[in-house]
Structure formats: structure tokens, C-alpha cells
């Protein structure tokens, strides 16, 4: 779905973005598998580009929550792994992305490495909520509605302390 918005730039909620990423000895824990902490920083930044890809410009935004995470199984040195994001939410000011960690190789069988969906606002200069001017949309799958449910409803003009 590509839309206008308000401010009469194209704007689309439609884009899939993908960021991808070699595990090295850094991002490793005490099992030598990735460290969850540094998947869960990947996945914030591939939702972050997901969320500002939305917009002809750049927009700011605020993270504001990790609506669920789970990972499901371990990346290793040396794998390549690629993030995923897609919108799968939109409200007044807030955008809601699905994230999708795979590994790259072998390509005819990817191994799901995390499944994630993070929350973030618009905000104007001051820290306040203020309306995108994207079109609203709901998210789409079993129980898909539920997983947003208890999104924050951030009304325009609230402050957010980031």
C-alpha cells in the first residue's frame, strides 16, 4: 500500500527492509553462540530503518518498546544473518514492526534465529507525539490484533521522555 501523506510526499507502509550481519568473536557470549544482547541491538536497528523507510524523509522517531522477542535458536562465528523488517502495525503516531532473523546460508533451508516486534512514535522537536499522516493499518495474521492491542495509544502532543 503506497499512500500521500499529509505532508504530500509519498510516504509507503508496504517496504520490507534488510540489514544483514557476519557474528564475529565480539558478538559472542560464554557459549560462543551470539549474544542475545547484541541480536536484540540488530533488531532495533533493522526495526528503526524499517520504521524511518516509511517516510520520502527522514522522520523522527523514538523507540519506545519491545512488544515480544524470542529467540529460537543459536547464531554461530562466522554466519551470516539477516534482519527483516517489515510494518505490521500502524496507529495515530506510532509504527509497529516485525523483525525476522534468519541465517543467510544455506540458502534452501534458513534457520530462524529470532522473531521480534518493536514499537516506536513520531515526535515533533520538543519530544511530543504528533500524527505521522500515515494511513492507519492493522495488522494482519492469527492473532495479530492481540499482539498490539495494549500498544501504547500515544495521543499528539504528549511528551515522551527519551
Not at 66 to 86: H, K, V
Not at 87 to 114: E, H, L
Not at 118 to 134: I, K, N
Request: some cysteine.
Amino acid at each position: 500500500m503506497s499512500e500521500t501523506s499529509n505532508n504530500g510526499k509519498h510516504d509507503r507502509t508496504d517496504g520490507v527492509t534488510t540489514t544483514t550481519h557476519l557474528v564475529k568473536g565480539e558478538d559472542l557470549n560464554h557459549h560462543q553462540t551470539l549474544y542475545a544482547g547484541r541480536c536484540v541491538e540488530w533488531c532495533v536497528q533493522a526495526a528503526y530503518i524499517a520504521a524511518e523507510s516509511c517516510f520520502a524523509d527522514a522522520t523522527p522517531l523514538v523507540f519506545m518498546s519491545i512488544r515480544s522477542l524470542s529467540m529460537r535458536s543459536p547464531a554461530r562465528l562466522g554466519e551470516l544473518i539477516q534482519y527483516r523488517g517489515t510494518v505490521d502495525y500502524v496507529g495515530a503516531s506510532t509504527i509497529g514492526i516485525r523483525v525476522d532473523v534468519q541465517t543467510v546460508q544455506p540458502r534452501d533451508n534458513p534457520r530462524t534465529i529470532a522473531t521480534g516486534r518493536f514499537l516506536f512514535c513520531t515526535v515533533d522537536d520538543a519530544g511530543r507525539a504528533v500524527s505521522h499522516g500515515l494511513p492507519e493499518k492493522e495488522p494482519a495474521g492469527r492473532g495479530a490484533a492481540a499482539r498490539w492491542k495494549d500498544a501504547p495509544h500515544i495521543e499528539p502532543g504528549v511528551t515522551l521522555d527519551h
